[in-house]
């Protein structure tokens, strides 16, 4: 890892292309993937790679360092999780079947490593001191596309009413493109991180089909409720902090008139 993490940035995303392909292989021998999930995995795939190629020659950045690297290890398993929602799409949507058994395990067993390593390379850029505001972004827009995925995949049993939990996010960035003071900076808050991490998990157990139906349904309401609250919260916070604060008015200065000077009590003149 640390002579990997020392490779030019382009490098760096080309072995990560061909590691893409064998694990995309391997889910597809192991979970016998047809087109439609290839097709979903392997775009999930090149899309995410040619958006982080443009970030990172913007950015300039020489190296994706350890903590992208995790992060990017991250990315691909996200795509082999599409392709298997995906597949399961398919098989529940249009056949009235579902994934096997195998292939959900599969499922399940991927999205919790991303999850896992999802607390990892935070702590990897601090310890490295290698925090970047990129690997920041791609470690969010990787977290967003993992719940987007999950989410689908839940929603066939549970109902489309799931898939707010991963386009919520998508929806307040379209709403801050039209909307210019919900661009503004958030404060770091461990609740917003608290609730976002729950919805990773509470989607991997509702997938995993361990509870009963109505139990997943509250648990994964409950997790909707929790970010919809987080979400109204940092909305409610930049319209405070873009409206301008009123000064208060100072008190009229009151200028005095000039006065009238005062007569004299002494008499002008001498009295005959």
Sequence with gaps: MSSLSRWPAGRQLSAAAAGQLAALG?????AGLGPVG????LACAAGGGLALRQVVRRSGAATLGPAGLVTLARALLVACVAALVAEGLLAGVLLGDGLDPRATALLVGLASVALLLDAVDGR???RTGTSTALGARFDMET??????VLS???AVALGPWVLAIGLMRYAFVAAAVATPWLRGALPARLSAKTVAALQGVVLVVAASGLLPQVAAAALVGTALGLLTWSFARDVVLLWRTARPVPR???PPVRIPHPRPPAA???????RR
Excluded: F, I, K, N
Excluded at 26 to 30: H, I, L, N, Q, R
């Design 26 to 30: 391997t889910v597809g021998v192991a």
């Design 38 to 41: 290839w097709s979903a995995g």
């Design 124 to 126: 990897v850029a601090r």
């Design 143 to 148: 977290d967003a596309v993992l719940l987007l």
């Design 152 to 154: 689908a995949h839940v």
């Design 248 to 250: 208060p008015e100072a």
């Design 264 to 270: 004299d009590p002494r008499p002008s003149g001498l």
